[in-house]
């Protein structure tokens, strides 16, 4: 009981931040990864963490506790909604495609979120994911969030940045970096297509016996596929680039919280 009473609401405090992180970042946060498994890989590695950061560290249950529970879990969802933004970047891309190709009324739903998204958007989604996993992305998140406890500890100065605007400010830059990436993901696609655009708006003028709307849907979506399947070798670069950012922001946060 000695034992429990000393150790016990720190490794609650550890909990509440990993856990809270699984239910958002990418991969452990999808629909079809069942509910047990988060849970028992959010004790484990809270177990793992805890035996390395917390042992020397214990909390009490003292009147400020429950605000150290919010804190704690505010900590665990900031550091995987970074992570999730940036894997959003290849929805959005998809989205500014489809919206040119003539796939934005084909929505489909996503199974990993169990949202609906873009047909490029999915397909691009669903590359990522897999090049993830083969680049040993998800290793990095575990590493992530354990090695947080050593520059963002219990007693960590969160509300202070919040209420000081810190946090905001990071966010609201986070986000215009994601959709300045998506953008740019996006920029050959949907150069491409206004080029298109144009070239069927001369041949309206030159021979308007063709039907526009017949002719140019077809050919947009198979110079849409053509251009994918050439860029396609390029996507490994884009997307090691975007997971580069995505790590390089999630160290930001952590040295904002450090100070």
Not at 156 to 170: C, H, P, Q, R
Request: charged content about 10%; hydrophobic content about 60%; aromatic content about 18%.
């Amino acid at each position: 009981m000695e034992w429990v009473t000393l150790y016990l609401p720190g490794f609650m405090l550890f909990f509440c931040r990993i856990a809270s992180f699984f239910v958002v970042v990418p991969i452990f946060s999808a629909r079809n990864v069942p509910q047990h498994f988060k849970i028992g890989i959010a004790f484990f590695v809270t177990l793992m963490a805890f035996t390395l950061f917390g042992m020397n560290n214990p909390a009490t249950f003292d009147s400020l506790y429950m605000l150290s529970v919010i804190r704690e879990i505010l900590v665990g969802l900031l550091l995987g909604f970074i992570a999730y933004m940036f894997f959003q970047i290849v929805l959005i891309a998809g989205a500014f495609i489809d919206i040119q190709m003539g796939f934005g009324i084909a929505n489909v739903i996503d199974p990993m979120t169990g949202a609906q998204s873009p047909v490029m958007g999915n397909l691009k989604y669903m590359i990522a994911i897999l090049l993830f996993l083969s680049f040993n992305g998800h290793h990095l998140l575990l590493k992530a969030i354990m090695e947080s406890y050593d520059w963002i500890p219990l007693s960590n100065s969160l509300f202070t940045k919040m209420y000081s605007g810190d946090i905001a400010e990071f966010m609201i830059r986070t986000f215009t970096s994601v959709f300045r990436i998506s953008f740019q993901m996006a920029a050959p696609l949907v150069v491409a297509f206004f080029l298109t655009d144009v070239g069927l708006g001369f041949l309206a003028r030159v021979a308007p016996q063709f039907n526009i709307f017949v002719v140019g849907m077809p050919l947009k979506i198979i110079i849409g596929f053509i251009l994918f399947t050439l860029l396609f070798s390029g996507y490994r670069y884009v997307y090691t680039d975007m997971f580069t950012s995505m790590l390089d922001s999630m160290q930001k946060f952590i040295g904002l919280l450090t100070g």
